[in-house]
């Protein structure tokens, strides 16, 4: 049972044009707590023609929604934000309990999502065109930015407020209406952060979540004329998936997708920094997230220092439920996730990894995994080539620079990547060496509102965060006037 402040924020129903709604066909999916395996409650398994009506009524809403004003639009946004802020608690709660990350985690995830909508509400006034010089003396050339119109929001579990609010701050600002797709493994906080929008003045129809069973909601989504826009988080295969799905209506798209981030130390770096960076970087968030240390390189002058300090370090961490005092590492989502740890684990010890600490589920049971580091690490191993998406730090050890930066930049995704030295020189060229859309250079935290959040090669293309993330909701028009008179 949640414990909530205000018990109205926990909804068992989607919400379309302002009401919440159950499903026409009474099926429903459960939601189950990973740190309990028990069952939270349900959410609606929607209709065809459900998910058509969202559709249908954002159509609707958005010719309301983009007339506006900018300064009305960004008034709405950030009623909503202080709303969130002063129900924090209530939204923590509810996202520890169905995602299973730690409450202290959880609340700094409240925080940094509520950090775009007043962002994004800043922004909403600073959709700026521009004016051209004309190539004639009667001319006059300018652009103007417009709202793209319907969007898709397509979110993950492993962030259900932090990767959804990177979505629909910015295609509420830009003047766009939405339908959001939580995942079905963690529907709750969606659904108490979009009560809130509704709270703050979001009209009807702008801002609908529908909920049910995810191939048939994309296959709407995706094929759908009136959506112009799809913006998804996920992994690759699905990305690949959507990609072409969206091409028979020419859909623009935002696709941030799965990652395999190298950490490189060279033997010049503060230790200790770059051990606290390591474990800001992989075991946050149970290393459950898409910029975590995949692949984490040491120069030889410095590897058995490093893994010493760590193995310390990781030793301090524990496992439990995200409610419990102390805990610091979650369960993993669901046991498909475990299966795939386990055998990264096993594959690289069959390989010649040793494992120095963890290596093993926790006690506890369930979804439940021991912190692991695992030193010998070589790229015939899976956690080299796949992203291991656990609590499971692989270590290699490397000699020079030009031989890291190759190793590094083996691999076809190309989201996040992270540096520790003090040679500026080298952090210079290895940046720039890095086939990466981010680089972290001496710090393990890269993602803010105010930065351009996003990836290259099969980790996709667009950006959430900063002017960037804006414009990735908005038309750009040209407009030509002549015969003007002098």
Request: proline share 4%; charged share 20%.
């Amino acid at each position: 049972m949640l414990v909530l402040a205000d018990k109205t924020l926990l909804h068992s129903q989607a919400f379309i044009n302002g009401d919440w709604l159950c499903n026409s066909n009474n099926k429903s999916i459960d939601v189950l707590n990973p740190a309990t395996q028990s069952t939270i409650g349900n959410v609606p398994e929607l209709s065809f023609d459900e998910i058509n009506y969202a559709v249908e009524v954002s159509s609707n809403a958005f010719l309301y929604w983009r007339a506006l004003t900018s300064k009305e639009r960004s008034e709405i946004m950030f009623k909503w934000y202080e709303m969130v802020l002063k129900n924090k608690d209530d939204l923590a709660t509810i996202l520890t309990t169905e995602q299973g990350k730690p409450i202290h985690e959880a609340k700094g995830e409240i925080e940094y999502s509520a950090s775009f909508i007043r962002w994004y509400s800043e922004e909403a006034k600073r959709t700026y065109g521009d004016t051209i010089p004309a190539v004639a003396n009667d001319q006059r050339v300018f652009t103007i930015k417009e709202p793209i119109g319907v969007c898709a929001a397509l979110a993950p579990w492993n962030f259900p407020a932090g990767a959804l609010l990177k979505k629909i701050p910015p295609a509420l600002a830009a003047g766009c209406t939405l339908v959001v797709k939580p995942s079905i493994q963690t529907p709750f906080t969606a659904l108490a952060f979009v009560d809130l929008a509704h709270r703050a003045g979001i009209p009807a129809g702008v801002l609908n979540i529908v909920t049910g069973n995810s191939s048939q909601i994309a296959n709407v989504l995706l094929n759908h004329p009136a959506i112009k826009k799809v913006s998804f988080t996920g992994s690759t295969d699905v990305g690949r998936s959507i990609y072409k799905q969206s091409a028979e209506t020419i859909k623009k798209l935002s696709l941030e997708l799965g990652g395999n981030a190298p950490f490189i130390i060279f033997n010049d770096a503060d230790i200790d920094a770059a051990v606290e960076g390591t474990m800001l970087s992989k075991f946050r968030h149970t290393g459950q997230t898409c910029i975590c240390a995949n692949r984490i390189f040491v120069q030889d002058g410095i590897y058995d220092q490093y893994c010493e300090k760590l193995v310390k370090a990781v030793e301090k961490l524990k496992v439990g439920n995200g409610f419990d005092e102390g805990v610091s590492q979650g369960p993993l989502i669901d046991y498909s996730a475990l299966e795939k740890v386990e055998n990264h684990v096993k594959d690289a010890i069959s390989k010649g990894a040793h494992v120095l600490i963890g290596g093993t589920r926790h006690n506890l049971g369930g979804t439940f995994y021991n912190p692991t580091v695992i030193s010998d690490a070589n790229e015939s191993m899976l956690c080299f080539h796949e992203e291991t998406f656990g609590p499971v730090a692989p270590l290699y050890k490397f000699t020079n620079e030009v031989d890291v930066i190759k190793l590094a930049n083996k691999t076809p995704y190309g989201l996040a990547s992270y540096i520790y030295s003090s040679d500026v020189n080298r952090i210079f060229r290895v940046s720039e060496a890095l086939e990466y859309g981010m680089v972290g250079c001496n710090t393990g935290a890269i993602s803010s509102a105010n930065v351009p959040f996003g990836g290259i090669k099969e980790s996709g293309f667009g950006k959430e965060g900063s002017y960037h993330g804006i414009d990735e909701y908005m038309n750009i028009k040209y407009i030509c006037i002549g015969n003007i008179k002098e």
